[in-house]
């Protein structure tokens, strides 16, 4: 399975302590002392360690995690009238596990009298387009830091969660590599009448 897979990561970070320090050379030391150096700091690794999928996967979610937790603090602190439930949980994708997303909230808008619309907001790495059929994402880049956006959702057959596809066929409430214009966006999805989305849309 390991051998099929395209990409190959490296832990860099477990190199740098590795790396020689300014001090005396080990084999000037050898000569002076007679003894073998034995820490690690006087010799180079052979080769570079790679990783897993696996652990790619986990240090991606647990950076997305982070992020997600930052963003919902944010969310809840612009206006008291405004909270969203802290749904948080991180996925990297199975054949690039360097890219991942990260679910941050859920809540319901009702626009007008129209019915109530369940949504969720989500962080990725990387940009792409929200897919009109079954897959999520499409023609993924990553020529963004970030990419932010909120799809409609409703219940399927077995009880999960589902896309909201009778939504602008893929469901898209909004998307954006903007920070701030994605906070917009989620505060005016989250506020209670349009009283509050007016105050949210001049800030």
Known sequence: MEEKRKFRYFDAAALRPLLP???????????????????KGDWLPDERRYLTYEEVAER????????????HERLNNVHKLIRFPKIIFSK???????LGYCHVTTAKTRFDRQRPIVWSFYICNFAADIGEEEGFFQHIRTDYSRMYFAVAMQP?????????????????????N????????????GAPDETVREIIRKL
Do not use: C, W, Y
Request: glycine share 8%; net charge positive; aromatic share 2%.
């Open 60 to 71: 991606t979610e647990k950076k997305l995690t982070t992020a997600g937790e930052t963003t």
């Open 156 to 176: 399927a057959e077995d009880g999960r969660m589902q896309i909201d596809r009778s939504i602008r066929g893929n469901g898209l409430l909004f998307k954006t």
């Open 178 to 189: 903007d920070p701030a214009e994605a906070l917009k966006n989620v505060l005016v999805l």
């Open 21 to 39: 320090q300014p001090k005396k050379a080990s084999h000037s030391e050898f000569l002076r002392t007679g003894r073998i150096s034995r820490e």
């Open 92 to 98: 990297a994708l199975d054949e690039r596990p360097h």
